[in-house]
């Protein structure tokens, strides 16, 4: 008996040695849990910037486009750094004019007296004059031998300037029109929108042939005659944006934030041009874009016609408008050389500046495919 309850002693003891190595051994590590991504974290998320930009340069035409209105700024401002003529010399026609005066008696059959009439006639000297393609003047002369390029050049930095001039013009007054008829509503609306319709119903193009007759009969400087243009298509161009202007206001006016605007308290002024007219910024780009080629097709036009930029200066229009004196000179191979090129230059500002407002009408509307 003895025998066994010594080892049953030796049994307890060894278990409560046992049971004491237990509790002194290090805690097994407990397996650490995998790492859960959120759905933050697995979602690439972009600015609306770069939403916009992704969408832009998604459209090949938007990238052509770009590219094209990059070359032709390149080619404008930096192309005559690089030229041996200056602007004055591609300007300059007197000096490169024979100018003969002569007498030409007349006789009144009523009362039988004579007096005499002087004409002043104008020619080219001849001087390097429609001279072809060459190393020193790559394509070619005009007739008054002022070198083509760099007054397409010239003449690039003359339209586009002069275009962007007028739509960043029009865009302010029709955002300040339009932001106005939208906020207020009312009669302010009515009135505003009357005097648009009255704008709208105008023809710009006889009008400004009217103004020009006008300006020249009363003896305005053709240096001057362009900025009266420029008036015109500014005050016949505001209304298309100041429509957009307040159709986009009319809904963002009801929003939470203009709400929240108004119980703190801000001015007027405050919330239309800080809060409201921001939220329309995507529709002003795009209307500016589409408009800048429109505006150039004008001031082109108008160059044609002798009522814009003043035959001493260079533009795409007024180029053209050289060659036109004598229609059969558009089928002369020696003048293509000058109304092709900038014609073509027209083209493809036209082009380029719609693909990009295209571009950037897809790339700001938020139904689009991404």
Not at 50 to 68: D, E, P
Not at 157 to 170: D, G, Q
Not at 257 to 282: D, E, Q, W, Y
């Amino acid at each position: 008996m003895e025998d066994i309850n010594n080892q049953s002693k030796i049994g307890e003891v060894y278990q409560f040695e046992a049971e004491a190595a237990e509790e002194n051994l290090p805690p097994e590590p407990s397996p650490e849990p995998e790492e859960e991504m959120s759905l933050a974290d697995s979602v690439k998320t972009l600015s609306p910037t770069r939403l916009v930009l992704k969408r832009f340069f998604r459209s090949r035409l938007s990238v052509i486009g770009l590219a094209i209105i990059i070359f032709l700024f390149a080619f404008c401002w930096i192309g005559p750094l690089f030229s041996p003529y200056t602007e004055s010399t591609v300007d300059n026609v007197t000096d490169r004019m024979n100018i003969t005066v002569s007498e030409i008696v007349v006789v009144d059959e009523t009362t039988g007296e004579s007096f005499s009439v002087w004409k002043i006639d104008r020619s080219p000297m001849g001087i390097d004059g429609l001279a072809s393609p060459s190393a020193e003047h790559w394509l070619g002369t005009d007739q008054y031998g002022r070198d083509v390029l760099t007054r397409i050049m010239y003449g690039g930095r003359t339209s586009l300037t002069l275009s962007l001039m007028v739509v960043i013009l029009e865009t302010i007054i029709g955002v300040v029109f339009g932001g106005l008829a939208g906020y207020f509503g009312k009669w302010v609306d009515t009135l505003i929108m009357r005097l648009i319709d009255i704008f709208s119903c105008i023809p710009s193009l006889p009008i400004m042939l009217i103004i020009g007759s006008v300006l020249n009969g009363a003896g305005v400087d053709a240096d001057y005659q362009i900025y009266f243009m420029m008036a015109v298509l500014i005050l016949l161009g505001w209304t298309g944006v100041a429509r957009i202007v307040r159709g986009q206001i009319l809904t963002l006016r009801e929003q939470e934030f203009m709400v929240s605007a108004t119980a703190r308290g801000l001015s007027t002024p405050r919330k239309i041009f800080k809060h409201l007219v921001p939220n329309v910024i995507p529709q002003l780009i795009v209307s500016m874009t589409l408009g800048l080629g429109s505006v150039i097709l004008t001031e082109a036009s108008l160059s044609y016609m002798g009522l814009g930029v003043p035959l001493t200066s260079a533009s795409w229009g007024g180029m053209i408008n050289d060659v036109t004196t004598d229609v059969s000179n558009l089928a002369n191979a020696s003048y293509a050389q000058i109304w092709i090129p900038s014609g073509f230059c027209i083209v493809l500002a036209v082009l380029g500046f719609n693909f990009i407002g295209d571009g950037l009408r897809d790339a700001f509307d938020p139904k689009a495919k991404r």
